[in-house]
């Protein structure tokens, strides 16, 4: 869910990973760490000299602590629901509940609401008033624009498995630890009791205290600086995609030579960063933006998405035959 992206994300439904073989570093690429998306990817352009393809859909198949019974398009249930929570075009959330993470949720003042993973098992709470999506994609992941979060260790942790916190301030990512976020309308506060939490600021926002918190007693907060701007957060997305996607066309290029290692490594790095500013940038629609405004920073978005998860082809080919 680099330390940034320690997180070797979901065991049970990563994205698609590449590997080359005709190396004589064998050094292959892989992108566990950054789960392709669930819903269809936009077309683009592929360069004259590289095929670009979109990432295959993620697998269908549950972990082992899933129940067998579970609908390959569940992604996560709401245990328990107290208060109002509004969901975005939809009925009031209720207790069972299924939540795919496609809409925002509204916590009015006094709401809570504690999420399920349907995979993992993991388990999480959102108090109001705030706004959240939680289940972002289907993914360990949780879009966080105001309100409280607050991550429980024990159940659903395993190595390897990170969620990912994103605010409008920047990101935030744990495997197991007892840790409380609450988002305001210019920062993001941290506590964490036991386990550590990641924490990186976004652009135009500023970090104070560590960057790795380790409980009991760690404190940290994110704020936004006189530079923020959600127009600069969702260029930034744009820019960080359109980086990591040129940087895995030269590598499609450049197999097989000197230090194609360290590239592909430097691959992985763009890769993690397109992705940190691309949640940043989708958590900043929870903020009040009009429904016009919202749309179409979506679309950019959406695209932005597309770009830093694509691969390329021929690569791609190359691993399903391995």
């Given at each position: ?54 990432p ?120 197991n ?43 940290a ?18 820019a ?7 940087k ?35 958590a ?39």
């Open positions: 869910m680099d330390h940034t992206r320690k997180p070797g994300a979901r065991t049970s439904n990563a994205a698609a990973c590449f590997g080359v073989a005709s190396t004589v570093l064998s050094v292959g690429w892989c992108c566990a760490c950054d789960p392709s998306p669930k819903g269809p990817v936009a077309s683009a352009a592929p360069s004259s000299s590289v095929q670009i393809a979109p295959r859909p993620p697998s269908a198949s549950a972990s082992a602590s899933a129940s067998a019974s579970m609908r390959a398009t569940e992604y996560c249930r709401a245990l328990t629901v107290t208060g109002e929570v509004l969901v975005d075009g939809a009925a009031p959330l209720k207790r069972g509940d299924e939540v795919d993470g496609k809409r925002w949720l509204t916590l009015k003042p006094g709401a809570s609401v504690v999420i399920r993973h349907a995979h993992s098992s993991r388990e999480y709470a959102l108090s109001g008033p705030g706004r959240a999506r939680p289940c972002h994609r289907g993914e360990e992941e949780v879009l966080l624009a105001a309100g409280e979060f607050k991550a429980t260790s024990g159940g659903g942790a395993r190595p390897g498995a990170f969620v990912t916190l994103a605010t409008p301030w920047g990101t935030l990512r744990y495997g630890a007892d840790a409380s976020i609450r988002a305001t309308s210019q920062a993001a506060e941290v506590r964490v009791t036991t386990g550590t939490v990641w924490v990186d600021a976004a652009q135009g926002a500023k970090l104070l205290g560590d960057a790795k918190l380790t409980g009991p007693k760690a404190r907060t994110l704020r936004a600086t006189g530079e923020y701007s959600r127009d600069a957060i969702v260029s930034a997305c744009e960080d995609s359109k980086t990591a996607e040129e895995a066309e030269s590598l499609l290029k450049g197999r097989g030579q000197p230090g194609f290692g360290a590239e592909a490594a430097e691959h992985m790095r763009l890769r993690a960063a397109a992705r940190r500013s691309c949640q940043v940038a989708q900043t629609l929870g903020l009040a933006v009009e429904p016009a405004e919202a749309a179409a920073l979506e679309k950019r978005l959406d695209g932005a998405n597309s770009r830093w998860q694509r691969v390329p082809l021929s690569v791609t080919r190359k691993h399903q035959q391995k």
